[in-house]
């Protein structure tokens, strides 16, 4: 599968944006679909992630009620709504695919991940 990331941009602190991670290729309910993030100088860190039916998902804490998930299967292509912008959310965001993630798998570290999109710049800033 081929992941593509957009929606990204320069936001103010409090204001929303949604990303988009579109999949190309076998369909998405054969893969855990996630948002990890990189800020500067730090390391990838886990975002959310959909169960590979979709119908469960999982935050990390930092974004709980505040980021949600949702997909349209029909256009393969699964999204990220972010609200209440903080400044330590800026990152570059990527969106990646297992096909090795089961429900009952935490599924929150990088090699859980086969598949990765290219990544979109989100800058939180007043």
């Known amino acids: 599968v081929q992941l593509q990331a957009s929606g990204g941009g320069l936001v103010q602190p409090g204001d929303s944006l949604r990303l988009s991670c579109a999949a190309s290729?076998?369909?998405?309910?054969?893969?855990?679909m996630a948002w990890f993030r990189q800020a500067p100088g730090k390391e990838r860190e886990f975002v959310a992630r959909?169960?590979?039916?979709?119908?469960?998902?999982t935050y990390a804490d930092s974004v709980t009620g505040r980021f949600a998930l949702s997909r349209d299967n029909a256009k393969k292509t699964v999204y990220l709504q972010m609200n209440g912008l903080k400044p330590e959310d800026t990152a570059v965001y990527y969106c990646?695919?297992?096909?090795?993630?089961?429900?009952?798998?935490?599924?929150?570290?990088?090699?859980?991940?086969?598949?990765w999109g290219q990544g979109t710049q989100v800058t939180v800033s007043s």
């Open positions: 290729g076998r369909s998405m309910s054969l893969y855990t």
């Open positions: 990646a695919a297992s096909g090795r993630c089961i429900l009952s798998s935490p599924c929150r570290s990088l090699p859980d991940y086969d598949y």
């Open positions: 959909f169960s590979r039916s979709g119908s469960y998902t």
